[in-house]
Nanobody
């Protein structure tokens, strides 16, 4: 059974940093794509950053230059380094993984992902 467990969320002041981790287990083969999504109160879930096995990376325009996605395949762990955080980055952050291939244009389509973590809260205060 595949499990994704996020950690690293918390409360931080604006311009601060956080690093989210997503530990994956139960994969019979390497996930073909993994990503971070977030959902702010009263808003739909949106893609933040994602990466596929070809090394293609996609970032939301709102986080470009501030967030960095990376993965440690040996540890089956996905990371999201978040710098210069803003109040609008507040929300629940979810890790997602997909067992099949995924093109760049589809990396932010949450319906394409097979597995999801339980989410971790990120709160940025002014």
């Amino acid at each position: 059974q595949v499990q994704l467990v996020e950690s690293g969320g918390g409360s931080v002041q604006a311009e601060g940093s956080l690093r989210l981790s997503c530990a994956g287990s139960g994969f019979t083969s390497r996930a073909s794509a993994m990503g971070w999504f977030r959902q702010a109160p009263g808003k739909e879930r949106e893609g933040v950053a994602a990466i596929n096995t070809n090394g293609v990376v996609r970032y939301a325009d709102s986080v470009k230059g501030r967030f960095t996605i990376s993965q440690d395949n040996a540890k089956n762990t996905l990371y999201l380094q978040m710098n210069s955080l803003k109040a609008e980055d507040t929300g629940v952050y979810y890790c997602a993984a997909r067992s099949g291939s995924l093109s760049w244009w589809a990396l932010f389509l949450d319906g394409q992902y097979n597995y999801w973590g339980q989410g971790t809260q990120v709160t940025v205060s002014l």
